[in-house]
């Protein structure tokens, strides 16, 4: 969503082995996919971070107690969100980083599998694409950021398989993590301690890119064949 340019510097990445779990993870995540990932963004993610987002902004004008809302707001949406289907697991280095999207300074991607909240999504298409097909990617965009996935799958069939969808991804349990020690220091007074620890969120931000005519492929559609286990 379009939400991921106010994220501008946050972070992306990743490639390499998977471990004991390769196997039971590789095919968890070729399942969400298959099931259109597109489709499934998370709602509760996606507010979850601009909850993130408004009390950093609000902390960051030593505002403490105007952010206590806007933390307990995004505890609660990251619980639900975890307990949705939107969720998946798998390692971050057995994901697909987006190259628009460079990691934040000092990211490790981490090689043990984890739970992923997808918190946004944006298609991008090349600066060669034609007029009608640039017009639809727009569309799609502002169809996304409403969360109206089925118009934007619809809206893209005229662009086929001239665009990648770039996802934004967060790590439940270390995002969680965060926000509970930002709230603890919100109500301690410690604003700076408090958005710092958001920051490490923001920073956190994972950006992967997938082929845009495999992510949508139409209901039915036989899911991309694993790769072979070594």
């Not at 569309?139 to 799958?153: D, E, I, M, S, V």
């Amino acid at each position: 969503m379009r939400f991921i340019a106010s994220l501008a510097a946050v972070a992306g990445l990743l490639a390499a082995p998977l471990g004991a779990h390769a196997a039971s993870v590789h095919t968890d995540w070729e399942k969400f996919k298959a099931t259109r990932a597109f489709n499934h963004l998370s709602a509760d993610g996606q507010r979850a971070m601009l909850d993130v987002l408004n009390a950093k902004q609000v902390l960051d004008a030593g505002q403490t107690d105007a952010a206590i809302p806007a933390l307990y707001d995004a505890t609660k949406r990251l619980t639900a969100a975890g307990k949705a289907s939107a969720q998946f697991i798998a390692a971050e280095t057995s994901l697909h980083p987006a190259p628009q999207h460079p990691a934040a300074p000092g990211h490790v991607a981490g090689t043990t599998p984890v739970t992923w909240i997808p918190v946004g999504g944006e298609i991008i298409g090349s600066e060669t694409l034609a007029p009608e097909k640039k017009a639809a990617i727009a569309t799609a965009n502002t169809q996304l950021k409403a969360g109206q996935t089925k118009q934007a799958a619809q809206t893209l069939q005229v662009v086929g398989e001239d665009a990648d969808f770039i996802m934004a991804l967060t790590a439940l349990e270390p995002t969680q993590g965060a926000i509970n020690r930002a709230t603890v220091f919100t109500e301690a007074r410690h604003p700076q301690e408090a958005s710092a620890a958001l920051q490490q969120v923001l920073d956190s931000v994972v950006f992967i890119s997938e082929d845009v005519s495999e992510t949508l492929a139409p209901p039915g559609a036989k899911a991309p064949a694993a790769p072979a286990q070594k």
